[in-house]
């Protein structure tokens, strides 16, 4: 029922948005392939195009995004470990105070991650002086500060999935002989599952993609790859990081097309992945 | 029955509750501190630092640089997503799948790569400095980096994935019936987003811009790169405190101040979710 008129318009707008949401990630990957010799300015279109770059990534840059890559896996699985029976207890308990519980599951959220940041460094060094257990530039250090961001979205998308969820199926597992664990695992957990999956993709990402809350977690030698790429933008700027960086989007369009196989796009925006945030 | 789950909560939220309270905790006490320079503090309960906070121009400046990019990077990022979280609701295309997929992976990428992309675009020597200066439009290279500018642009860069899942949520709230209903009695086209999705929408645009507001307040990574040293927010400030100057509590009493500024306007988000019924359902 829209006429042409306003179709041509949010053509339009759209048009631009989109170009304005996707030109830098083109241009990163397009100048990438540029094959001249490096000077200053970076060329793109690039000219006489070539992978000499992808060859010269330093080992440093390897290390760092698997870095990345192991604290972004274990994170969302400890944050699926908290998340999951926390959704549960919240949405099926009735008690008073729900409202306040709810907020510090999510408070994590409402926090700068700067602020975050600088506090998990203040708390280990506190714990360092009365302990002599030193967690920043660790990996166990690292893992509970970006748990502690991962958190709200696992939480925010299984709570939206529960709240809609249909308690007669449960009901009929118990009335066809299913136990409670049983039933937990046959049906809820099946159920959820989309929430779970969607959650844990933005729980992974945001801990995949997360520099201020790392940068205070870091130490030299141990850096994770959006780190790494921001000391390298601030400081010394090398070609070879355009290559990398267009590796991470080909690894990211990967992650999506794995999302399309197998939850659907649609269910991010179903199982409310923005209103998480 | 009840009880059951009630015990799946506990464990789950003495852990966050440790986590959230413990962190805050230390570094809200540690601001209260004078900073002697070098990570080394006084002994005494003082206001010292946030004395200095709110006498010092410079903070001052800093609070308000602040707030100004903030407000109209969210202005900006809601005009820009609107019609993608608009078209995304309403047609139910192949072009709308597309345009998800582009925002997906637009959410995913890390925003360094972007700001990368960004600094790549709009440098002197970048290709739409080249580009205008080939067209004539422009008689000299104009650079964004290291200004409000470029800074307001690397926020909508940060906040407009999320922001069009958010419009998306407030466009889905008006069904398409009320429209044609409109449509029937003879509204056009125009006057129905007039008098029907508008006014529907606006509730959610609030609270959903508050939010925004909220990220954007709290962004270091996007500001610290494209205001390259030369335009500071809070967040930046907070970071270069530490790392360049070592003044731990200077630091804390910073990031308290942004604290609080953020979470008083999530109240106020709260309360505007509790006036209005649309705004109500992005939560939900």
Same mark, same amino acid.
């Given at each position: 029922m829209q006429s042409r008129i306003e179709k041509f318009i949010l053509f339009l707008w759209c048009g631009f948005s989109f170009v304005f949401l996707l030109?830098?990630?083109?241009?990163?990957?397009? @100048?990438?392939?540029?094959?001249?010799?490096?000077?200053?300015?970076?060329?793109?279109?690039?000219?006489d195009p070539?992978?000499? !770059?992808?060859?010269?990534?330093? !080992?440093?840059?390897?290390?760092?995004?698997? =870095?990345?890559?192991?604290?972004?896996?274990?994170a969302t699985f400890l944050a699926a470990?908290?998340?999951?029976?926390?959704?549960?207890?919240?949405?099926?308990?009735?008690?008073?105070?729900?409202?306040?519980?709810?907020?510090?599951?999510? @408070?994590? =959220?409402?926090?700068?991650?700067?602020?975050?940041?600088?506090?998990?460094?203040?708390?280990?060094?506190?714990l360092f002086d009365n302990s002599n257990i030193m967690l920043a530039g660790t990996i166990p250090g690292m893992l509970i500060g970006h748990m502690f961001i991962a958190t709200p979205f696992m939480f925010g998308t299984i709570v939206a999935v529960l709240q809609r969820f249909d308690r007669?199926?449960?009901?009929?597992?118990?009335?066809?002989?299913?136990?409670? !664990?049983?039933?937990?695992?046959?049906?809820?957990?099946?159920?959820?599952?989309?929430?779970?999956?969607?959650?844990? =993709?933005y729980a992974f990402m945001v801990s995949f993609s997360d520099v201020p809350m790392s940068i205070f977690l870091t130490a030299p030698g141990f850096v994770t790859y959006p780190v790494e790429l921001f000391y390298a933008l601030e400081n010394d700027f090398d070609p070879s990081i355009l290559a990398s960086s267009s590796l991470v989007i080909v690894f990211c369009l990967i992650m999506l097309l794995v999302v399309q196989k197998v939850v659907g796009l649609e269910t991010l925006l179903r199982s409310g992945g923005g209103s998480a945030r | 029955m009840e009880?059951?789950?009630?015990?799946?909560?506990?464990?789950?939220?003495?852990?966050?509750?440790?986590?959230? +309270?413990?962190?805050?905790?230390?570094?809200?006490?540690?601001?209260?501190?004078?900073?002697?320079?070098?990570?080394?503090?006084?002994?005494?309960?003082?206001?010292?630092?946030?004395?200095n906070f709110f006498t010092d121009p410079f903070y001052m400046q800093t609070f308000w640089v602040t707030i100004k990019v903030s407000a109209l990077a969210t202005f900006f990022t809601l005009f820009l997503g609107f019609p993608i979280a608009y078209v995304i609701a309403r047609m139910k295309s192949r072009i709308a799948m597309l345009l998800l997929a582009g925002i997906v992976v637009s959410t995913f990428v890390t925003i360094v790569i972007k700001v990368f992309g960004l600094i790549i675009i709009f440098s002197a020597n970048g290709i739409l400095n080249t580009t205008l200066l080939e067209l004539g439009l422009i008689d000299r290279a104009y650079s964004i980096i290291g200004t409000q500018e470029g800074v307001v642009v690397g926020l909508m860069h940060f906040t407009i994935g999320f922001s069009v899942l958010l419009l998306y949520s407030v466009v889905i709230?008006?069904?398409?019936?009320?429209?044609? +209903?409109?449509?029937?009695?003879?509204?056009?086209?125009?006057?129905?987003?007039?008098? *029907?999705?508008?006014?529907?929408?606006?509730?959610?645009? *609030?609270?959903?811009?508050?939010?925004?507001?909220?990220?954007?307040?709290?962004?270091?990574?996007?500001? +610290?790169?494209?205001?390259?040293?030369?335009?500071?927010?809070?967040?930046?400030?907070?970071q270069r405190t530490v790392m360049m100057e070592v003044r731990y509590s200077t630091a804390a009493s910073i990031a308290f101040v942004?604290?609080?500024?953020?979470?008083?306007?999530?109240?106020?988000?709260l309360m505007a979710i509790r006036r209005f019924r649309s705004a109500r359902l992005v939560i939900a």
């Open positions: 030109s830098p990630m083109v241009v990163v990957m397009g @100048a990438s392939l540029h094959g001249g010799e490096f000077s200053a300015a970076i060329k793109f279109p690039p000219t070539s992978f000499q !770059w992808y060859t010269k990534i330093p !080992w440093q840059q390897f290390e760092a995004f698997g =870095l990345s890559f192991l604290v972004a896996t274990v470990l908290i998340a999951i029976p926390a959704a549960l207890g919240l949405v099926r308990s009735n008690f008073k105070l729900k409202f306040l519980v709810s907020s510090v599951f999510r @408070a994590p =959220l409402q926090i700068p991650a700067i602020v975050s940041g600088i506090a998990f460094l203040q708390l280990y060094y506190l007669r199926l449960e009901e009929a597992s118990y009335s066809l002989g299913a136990g409670k !664990w049983r039933t937990l695992r046959r049906v809820t957990l099946p159920a959820i599952m989309p929430g779970i999956y969607s959650g844990g =993709l | 009880n059951r789950w009630f015990a799946y909560l506990i464990p789950p939220f003495l852990i966050t509750l440790v986590l959230v +309270a413990g962190s805050q905790y230390v570094f809200i006490e540690n601001s209260f501190y004078e900073d002697l320079g070098l990570g080394r503090t006084g002994n005494e309960f003082t206001l010292v630092n946030y004395f709230t008006v069904p398409p019936s009320l429209e044609y +209903a409109a449509q029937i009695h003879g509204a056009s086209r125009w006057r129905v987003y007039q008098r *029907v999705i508008i006014p529907l929408c606006v509730p959610g645009f *609030v609270v959903g811009g508050l939010m925004i507001f909220n990220m954007c307040m709290g962004a270091f990574t996007s500001a +610290a790169l494209l205001g390259g040293g030369r335009v500071l927010t809070l967040p930046v400030l907070i942004l604290l609080i500024s953020v979470i008083l306007i999530n109240l106020i988000s």
